[in-house]
């Protein structure tokens, strides 16, 4: 576990909602300081290096950019 490469966060925007490309998904209700974030993030393999997706206005685009 030492040796793997730090796991990648992307946040999609307008258009981007899921990755289809990850392998083994998980999805991961987590909370913060700030509150919960606009989903849950979603984690999985790409191309062997540790991928989290969180959609940024939500799955189906539920929260406006300015919310």
Not at 38 to 44: H, P
Not at 51 to 66: A, K, N, W
């Amino acid at each position: 576990m030492e040796n793997e490469p730090p796991a990648i966060g992307i946040i999609g925007g307008s258009g981007l909602y899921q990755m289809e490309e990850l392998r083994e998904p998980t999805e991961h209700k987590i909370d913060t300081p700030f509150g919960a974030p606009s989903d849950t993030l979603v984690g999985g393999k790409l191309s062997g290096r540790q991928v989290y997706f969180l959609p940024r206005h939500g799955r189906g685009h539920r929260i406006l950019p300015h919310e």
